[in-house]
């Protein structure tokens, strides 16, 4: 009988120590599944020991979300992979729900688990979107938020255009196929909704399976990141994405999303932030996105060294 596992979960990893200690527990210490994670950066002392069972690989460098989640499907065993965040974790029979969703549908490039909050809620609106469309990604570029996906989620089977890669699963022959992840989004977003893209392209399809599921935390690196950091590095990854796929966006965003930028800082006295703890920082994102737009992002320099990706990283 193979040793073989018939699923690898591959983690990417930064600084997310309490909800990755998390996930290695709700892991299942089983030959069927392993699970690789990639550790980009760890906060020193905070790291648990990862248990036996747990493949851990040091780049030695943060590679990114793509990057890494690269480095553990290289090393990956099995022919299914499991894209999963620090912040999800299986409930009970999730990955062998995952296998009999593959099992039931050979059609399917991937099978999208239901995630959920801690306290139950569904997540289907933010997990389960359509991909951007012009006028979705015009909205992004003006600080508004994209189109949701369903408020209610859809029925087993139902097709996902663009799932959210905190828990996915892939062939790993169809994703051979179409391409890995691109590097290029670095460190993170919109890697994932460039894949699904692909997948598209390639009439691949990606099916909702709500008998597999997982907890997710949802946010973990963004908090680590703050504000500023964060929308400066959304908006260069939501640039690389125009230039991909909707060129005359991306001709347009130096002079839209500074624009945008200045109006949402103009309204700042009036209106209460949504995702900065304060207006002041709300101020320095908007400022440092503006900065980054008119510059291809190679302003503000602090955040253009600090976020510049290592020279092994394939562009």
Known sequence: MSSRPLLSGLVAHWRTERSLAALLDAWPQDARSELIVVDNGSDPGRLPPPPPHVRWIDPGSNLGFAGATNRALAA?????????????????GALDAIL???????????????????????????????????????????????????????????????????ALALRREVLEQV?????????????????????????APLLYWPAARFLHEQ??????????????????????????????????????????????????????????????????????TAAGALTAFSRPRDLEQRWRPPPELGR
Do not use: K
């Open 76 to 92: 990956a065993r099995a022919p299914i992979v499991l894209l999963i965040n620090p912040d999800a974790r299986p409930c009970a």
């Open 100 to 166: 009999a969703g593959f099992e039931a549908h050979p059609e399917a490039a991937g099978i999208v688990p239901a995630l959920e909050s801690p306290d139950g809620a569904s997540q289907s609106a933010w997990q389960l979107r359509p991909l951007p469309t012009a006028l979705s990604c015009l909205r992004q570029l003006c600080l508004l938020p994209g189109f949701a996906g369903p408020a209610e989620a859809p029925p087993a089977g139902a097709r996902v255009e663009q799932p959210a890669a905190a």
């Open 179 to 203: 391409g890995a992840l691109d590097e290029g989004f670095y460190p993170a977003w919109f890697e994932d909704v460039d894949l699904a893209r692909r997948l598209r392209a390639h009439d």
């Open 219 to 288: 946010g973990a690196s963004v908090e680590g990141l703050g504000y500023r950091q964060f929308l400066w590095l959304y908006s260069r990854g939501l640039r690389r994405y125009l230039s991909r796929h909707h060129r005359p966006l991306h001709l347009l965003m130096p002079a839209t999303l500074p624009l945008a930028a200045l109006a949402r800082l103009v309204t700042l006295p009036l209106v209460a932030p949504r995702r900065a703890r304060n207006r002041r920082e709300a101020a320095l994102g908007l400022m440092a």
